[in-house]
């Protein structure tokens, strides 16, 4: 079963929620908690320890992306 249809919720709102277009409500996030049989804090965890690698590795990809712009540069 699709989560936002169990959760009651629309699949654009899911979608948009994931994406980072719209923020979910405390209420949103307990819903979900619930539905995957997690307290609401253990969700949240997660979720910050997943963003926290992401914007490590959009930092790693950044610094990688001015060493290849630098060394392109210098190559000219």
Same mark, same amino acid.
């Given at each position: 079963?699709?989560? /936002?249809?169990?959760?009651? @919720?629309?699949? +654009?709102?899911?979608?948009?929620?994931? &994406?980072? /277009? =719209?923020?979910? $409500? #405390? &209420? $949103?996030?307990?819903?979900?908690? $619930? #539905?995957?049989?997690?307290?609401?804090?253990?969700?949240?965890?997660? /979720?910050?320890?997943?963003? %926290? @690698?992401?914007?490590?590795?959009?930092? $790693? =990809?950044?610094?990688? %992306?001015?060493?290849?712009? =630098?060394?392109? +540069?210098?190559? &000219?």
């Amino acid at each position: 079963m699709d989560l /936002a249809v169990a959760a009651g @919720y629309s699949l +654009r709102y899911i979608g948009d929620v994931e &994406r980072g /277009a =719209k923020s979910a $409500t #405390l &209420r $949103t996030m307990k819903d979900l908690a $619930t #539905l995957l049989n997690l307290r609401l804090g253990d969700l949240i965890s997660r /979720a910050e320890r997943l963003l %926290s @690698y992401r914007d490590r590795e959009n930092r $790693t =990809k950044v610094q990688v %992306s001015k060493h290849v712009d =630098k060394a392109r +540069r210098m190559k &000219r």
